[in-house]
Structure formats: C-alpha cells, structure tokens
C-alpha cells in the first residue's frame, strides 16, 4: 500500500532530494517506495529563516533528508537549548519534537516547529507593542 499526495496546481514535493514541480492542474502521485518526502507546505528556505525557530525548521529538515543525521541533530540540540534559554515557552514544543525525532516522525517534528515559529512571531509582535506603547 502506497502513500497518495495530492498536488495542488504548480505546488512543489520535494522526494529524496529531487524537486518536482506541478502543472497547472491537480495531480495525484502514489509512493509505493519507502522515500523522504517534503511537501511545498513543510518547506522553509534557509533565506526565509529570519528567527531562532525557523533556523530549527531549516535544521528540521535537513536533518530528516540527509544521511548523516548524526552531525545536524547536534545543531538541532544547540539551536533548542538556545531558543529555551530565550524563550521557556518553547519548552513543550521542544519535548514534542524530541519525542517525534527520537520515533522517526519528521513530519510530525517539523509541524511542532512551525507551530513553535507561530508563537515566536506573536511573542515577538507582543514585545514590539508594548515598546511602542
């Protein structure tokens, strides 16, 4: 049994490390191979990653691409610890990622981490009012 993506009309699906782009209509693709997938939704540019938490989303995913995961999962620790030391609200959402690492769920790390992401931007937007004010 295969995994199904759907593809939105020009969205992008990364599959290990090649990059297909979509037409102009939906198209339906089936995995039937044990692969390394990136939808276009999952992915954050390095050039787009302007916060601590978007550089762990960037560290995310290379390390659920590479083969030598072993060297970035210790950037991956470096990068949480310093975000914690920062922000202690990111606490939880470090555990979930650790626990979604440590089972193999990649998806599922770099969901938490955009999530994570959200509540950096508001926190930030937050601390921006209360200056100006």
């Known amino acids: 049994m295969g995994l199904r993506i759907t593809l939105k009309p020009n969205e992008r699906l990364i599959i290990n490390g090649a ?3 979509n037409g102009n209509r939906n198209s339906d693709f089936l995995i039937e191979s044990h692969s ?3 939808r276009e939704s999952e992915i954050l540019h390095e050039s787009e990653a302007d ?4 550089k762990l989303w960037v560290t995310l995913q290379v390390m659920y691409l590479t083969d030598h995961r072993a060297e970035v999962e210790d950037l991956f620790y470096k990068q949480a610890t310093a975000i914690m030391s920062m922000m202690p609200e990111a606490a939880p959402f470090m555990a979930q990622m650790q626990s979604a690492i440590t089972e193999g769920h990649f998806h ?3 969901k938490v981490c955009k999530q994570l992401a959200r509540v950096e931007q508001e926190l930030a937007e937050g601390q ?3 200056q100006a004010a």
């Open 19 to 21: 990059s297909i782009r």
């Open 36 to 38: 390394k997938f990136l």
């Open 51 to 54: 916060t601590p938490s978007k």
């Open 108 to 110: 599922k790390a770099i």
């Open 128 to 130: 921006a009012s209360v």
